[in-house]
């Protein structure tokens, strides 16, 4: 079956950067749209970036700048370069196969002030 594991999360101080990873398996990975997508606390999913089998990506205007979305077919595997991070950037990231409703367990980013 469909497998999205994400990793790299973790507590980073405001202004600081991480780079989170989802692993895919079971899946078409390379004719796959691929997303990544947030919850904070109290609030609803949120899309944070997206691409296309192609490697054209979309983001949020939240994060237009400072976020980087990218993916490496060979290791099926989809990349978020999350720089320059915000307080309120704090949730779980997610990562999904766009339109399959697959979603991956999660993982924390906790930024501090």
């Known amino acids: 079956q469909v497998q999205l594991v994400e990793s790299g999360g973790g507590l980073v101080q405001s202004g600081g950067s991480l780079r989170l990873s989802c692993a895919a398996s079971?899946?078409?990975?390379?004719?796959?749209?691929m997303g990544w997508y947030r919850q904070a606390p109290g609030k609803q999913r949120e899309s944070v970036a997206t691409i296309s089998t192609g490697g054209s990506a979309n983001y949020a205007d939240f994060v237009k700048g400072r976020f980087t979305i990218s993916r490496d077919n060979a290791k099926n595997t989809v990349y978020l370069q999350m720089d320059s991070l915000k307080p309120e950037g704090t949730a779980i990231y997610y990562c999904?196969?766009?339109?399959?409703?697959?979603w991956g367990q999660g993982t924390q980013v906790t930024v501090s002030s």
């Open positions: 999904s196969w766009l339109g399959s409703h697959c």
């Open positions: 079971g899946m078409p990975f390379s004719v796959a749209f």
